[in-house]
């Protein structure tokens, strides 16, 4: 019988918000399976609120990291290498989109809204495998969070739509480039969850009630389940996949009325 155990590895979470973020949901987990965690928060408004969520695992370090600013980026891996010598596995999960640019029409989208939306949601994922991957001399596991807006329309998430596909193709281009290294890259297309960003979503609970009604498995999915699937492919029980978007939403994808 298989269990996962991950006493001995280290890894990085980046974008724990606080205790309702999908990010701390994933680390919870990843701790209570063994593992020794670096957690980062984007600025001194939340930093004490993880640091206090931080406490409660053994031996976590907490960091700020504001993953468009290069020189922050290389200062986290810097200590995590200092701290932890290597890591067996990286976690993306960051997003942003001006609130103006999730509402009215996508058409109205203005340019540079459209390029923070892609540079936090999808080209931060480049430099952050950049470094990891100097980090993971045995091979390692990188896991974003995309959604299923990547290849359908949900009204009132526009622009973060076509960030989530820029996203998924990097998942891919990543996962061929660092094959090589023994290093997975993958992504988990979560249904819709309880988070702070989902509040800047117009219409979010009309889709969550959407999304119960036509899902297979008749209901929503939880944190615990998305978090599960992370510990998956963190573990070398997930050591043949790579380069794919795994849908944790009951279901809801394959669904057309």
């Known amino acids: 019988m298989y269990s996962i155990d991950l006493s001995g590895k280290n890894g990085v979470i980046i974008g724990v918000?606080?205790?309702?973020?999908?990010?701390?949901?994933?680390a919870s987990i990843l701790a209570q399976a063994g593992a020794r965690l670096a957690l980062t928060y984007q600025n001194d408004r939340v930093k004490d609120r993880v640091t206090k969520l931080a406490d409660t695992l053994d031996g976590a370090l907490t960091m700020p990291c504001d993953a468009t600013d290069d020189s922050q980026v290389e200062e986290v891996f810097r200590q995590v290498g200092e701290n932890f010598g290597e890591i067996s596995f990286l976690v993306h999960s960051i997003a942003f989109a001006n609130r103006e640019d999730l509402t009215g029409r996508f058409s109205d989208t203005s340019r540079e809204g459209f390029r923070i939306a892609l540079e936090v949601s999808a080209y931060t994922l480049l430099p952050l495998v950049r470094h990891a991957a100097a980090l993971m001399p045995g091979g390692g596991s990188v896991v974003t969070m995309t959604f299923n807006a990547s290849q359908r329309v949900y009204p009132g998430y526009n622009i973060m739509g076509t960030a989530k596909a820029a996203?998924?193709?990097?998942?891919?281009?990543?996962?061929?480039?660092?094959?090589?290294?023994n290093i997975r890259v993958n992504a988990i297309s979560a249904g819709p969850l309880d988070t702070l960003s989902a509040r800047g979503i117009g219409g979010f609970q009309d889709m969550k009630r959407q999304h119960s009604a036509t899902a297979p498995l008749g209901r929503n999915i939880s944190m615990d389940e998305v978090a599960k699937t992370a510990l998956f492919l963190c573990s070398d029980l997930s050591s043949g996949i790579t380069g794919s978007i795994i849908p944790v939403d009951a279901g809801y994808h394959i669904m057309a009325v």
């Open 17 to 26: 918000a606080n205790d309702r973020s999908i990010a701390w949901g994933i």
């Open 167 to 181: 996203l998924e193709h990097e998942v891919r281009q990543l996962a061929a480039e660092h094959g090589g290294q």
